[in-house]
Antibody
Framework: QVQLVESGGGVVQPGRSLRLSCSAS????????MHWVRQAPGKGLEWVAI????????NYLDSVKGRFTISRDNSKNILFLQMNSLTAEDTALYYC???????????????WGRGTLVTVSS | DIQMTQSPSTLSASVGDRVTISCRAS??????LAWYQQKPGKAPTLLIY???TLQSGVPSRFSGSGSGTEFTLTISRLQPDDFATYYC????????FGQGTKLEIK
């Protein structure tokens, strides 16, 4: 069925790195822009990053720019988020999210995974 | 950055009520606004995009309106399944969400 399944979350010390993965199935992954959206415990939603369908264009939330890198492997239907220099403010549930529109992303989100929890703590 | 402000933060209502949630943008976002519903422990789901277009499969009791900086989400007759938290989101410049409105059973 159409779904997104995240993995790779866990507990990590401040300053360390973590790589999240998102496996997509049930749709033509390579035709959609993909995003990461996070939600700190008990808080609201915060968009983190986008990668366009062909992987040629990326954009980031200012507070993660230079620390996070979004990438994708369209041959394996996988989305990644490499997170470096993590801080406590990065603690959140990270959702892998599909853009609603094929090819040219509209920046609204019609398919969400269940999320993977990242906890940054010493 | 465009800031999104929702009101109220919490809303108490009964099954069958008509409720309205407001969302204000710090600058014009034309009609580049979406609404999401999130239930506890679940991922959000898209209800409305382009301010007033209902996402496929969403019940018609949900409706959206507005343009520029002022928007509303209306649920015409609350059902038990509608008690959740609702978020607005602008997408004219990147994406930013409102802080959420928790809809509670009165």
């Amino acid at each position: 069925q159409v779904q997104l399944v995240e993995s790779g979350g866990g507990v990590v010390q401040p300053g360390r790195s973590l790589r999240l993965s998102c496996s997509a199935s049930g749709f033509t992954f390579g035709t959609y822009g993909m995003h990461w959206v996070r939600q700190a415990p008990g808080k609201g939603l915060e968009w983190v990053a986008i990668i366009y369908s062909d992987g040629t264009n990326e954009n980031y939330l200012d507070s993660v720019k230079g620390r996070f890198t979004i990438s994708r492997d369209n041959s394996k239907n996988i989305l990644f988020l490499q997170m470096n220099s993590l801080t406590a403010e990065d603690t959140a549930l990270y959702y892998c999210v599909r853009d609603r529109v094929v090819v040219n992303p509209q920046w609204n989100f019609d398919l969400w995974g269940r999320g993977t929890l990242v906890t940054v703590s010493s | 950055d465009i800031q999104m402000t929702q009101s109220p933060s919490t809303l108490s209502a009964s099954v069958g009520d008509r409720v309205t949630i407001s969302c204000r943008a710090s600058q014009t976002i034309y009609t580049y606004l979406a609404w999401y519903q999130q239930k506890p422990g679940k991922a959000p789901t898209l209800l409305i995009y382009k301010a007033s277009t209902l996402q496929s499969g969403v019940p018609s009791r949900f409706s959206g309106s507005g343009s520029g900086t002022e928007f509303t989400l209306t649920i015409s007759r609350l059902q038990p399944d509608d008690f959740a938290t609702y978020y607005c989101q602008q997408y004219t410049s990147h994406a930013t969400f409102g802080q959420g409105t928790k809809l509670e059973i009165k």
